[in-house]
């Protein structure tokens, strides 16, 4: 049962409120309440929301112009599922996004020529990308602590790989863009289930000549902000 104490001092009779000081005015010392008891013993899984320090982000920056849309950019930990019309830039955005840190790029659709030529004509940093063409991408990540995944469509079973690309990035503290195709909906294709497991989701449409629309339509780590276009 909740243990509730009483919001008035029983000395003086004044209102605490709901913060509950150590101590009153009066000088009178207040028992605190800084769990929730079920009987005679405290539980360990339930905690108090104010007396938790928010998380401590760290960030990969992006460009300005996508900044307040990404709120200020990637959180490490997290895995993203992007989708989006066919051509509309999602793999151009993602290499140069990921390649402001090492990177290892798994390109399942485009050969490494391709990769390659997407990446440079996207002013990304070939230096600090890495492109392997197998699925088994464990195996060439290394001290890398992002990978660009294109595309889950591509795998027999994206949902396992998408759950296997967000363990590794929680364990390592690293960030997982993974690229899949949608449908004529414009869902990921995939189910619901695919963007259940995901931390945050965002679409890319084409806007205009070399420039793409993003908008986040979900995020845990952030608040998504509002769409914005980048250039290509």
Known sequence: MFDTPSRTCPACGIDLGYMWPDRCPCGLELPQYRRIKHGSDDDPEVFEAAELDAPDWEMIP????????LAGGFVRGETWLVHGPGGSGKSRLLLRWASRAPALVVSLEMAPEVCVHSARTSRADLRHLRIVTTPDWRRHVGRRRVVVFDSLTETDDPIS????????AQSESGLVLAICQETTEGEPRGGPRLVHNCDAR?????????????????RRMAAPGTSCVVSL
Do not use: C, Y
């Open 62 to 69: 992006v460009e300005s112009a996508a900044s307040e849309t």
């Open 161 to 168: 790989a998408l759950g296997e690309l967000r363990e590794w």
């Open 202 to 218: 965002a679409r890319i449409t084409r806007f205009a000549e070399r420039q793409a629309q993003v908008e986040v339509l979900k």
